[in-house]
């Protein structure tokens, strides 16, 4: 059984950078095909993708995020990471890891999501 | 890219069907077959409910069916159940630029 759980800290200052982990298990990030993504949910709000990553360490991004997001792989600890940087308010969200299935495009697996606040 | 069209809700009384539609453009929803939908509980994270606009996962139930017609499509659940009340999302692929675009959501009650 395939499952995902982010890690990081709950609360950003605004400006910083927020940095989260999501460790896999159950598959290996060298999995081909899949695309390991993050999709973030402000509270009370809708989805929006924020971007991902390939085991080779191909990526892409939102274009509305893109200037401030960085997703990582660590292939040895079976991780990946992101990096969003200058974060206002408009930043908090529930963040989420996410499978996704690149040669039919969709989410297969999702983490349960971890909060992050941005305030001072 | 803008978010995908949703009713903000849609209710129905147990037993009956309802619909709930997502609407795009032809730069996503409109141009590829590559639109799934999620299922998504208070404080839970989202599941995957249909992908490929028809295809269901194994261990959904057929009560949940997909369609699309030009830059629209829909979910229908039939055969509505309280266990259906939830939020649903569509998405989109969008193209190599864009990659993934969400709809905007629609809450089902149950009556």
């Known amino acids: 059984q395939v499952q995902l759980q982010e890690s990081g800290p709950g609360l950003v200052k605004p400006s910083e950078t927020l940095s989260l982990t999501c460790t896999v298990s159950?598959?290996?990030?060298?999995?081909?095909?899949?695309?390991w993504s993050w999709v973030r949910q402000p509270p009370g709000k809708g989805l929006e993708w924020i971007g991902y990553i390939y085991y080779s360490g191909t990526t892409k991004y939102n274009p509305s995020l893109k200037s401030r997001v960085t997703v990582s792989v660590d292939t040895s600890k079976n991780q990946f990471s992101l990096r969003l940087r200058s974060v206002t308010a408009a930043d908090t969200a529930l963040y989420y890891c996410?499978?996704?299935?690149?040669?039919?495009?969709?989410?297969?697996?999702w983490g349960q999501g971890t909060l992050v606040a941005v305030s001072s | 890219q803008s978010a995908l069209t949703q009713p903000a809700s849609v209710s129905g009384s147990p037993g009956q069907s309802i619909t709930i539609s997502c609407t795009g453009t032809n730069s996503d929803v409109g141009n590829y077959n590559l639109v799934s939908w999620y299922q998504q509980h208070p404080g839970k994270a989202p599941k995957l409910m249909i992908y490929?606009?028809?295809k269901r996962p194994s261990g959904i139930s057929n009560r949940f069916s997909g369609s699309k017609s030009a830059s629209t499509a829909s979910l229908t659940l039939s055969g509505l159940q309280a266990e259906d009340e939830a939020d649903y999302y569509c998405c989109s692929y969008a193209g190599t630029g864009t990659s993934y675009v969400f709809g905007t959501g629609t809450k089902v009650t149950v009556l």
């Open positions: 490929e606009v028809t």
């Open positions: 996410a499978r996704l299935y690149g040669d039919h495009d969709y989410f297969d697996y």
């Open positions: 159950g598959d290996s990030v060298t999995t081909g095909t899949y695309y």
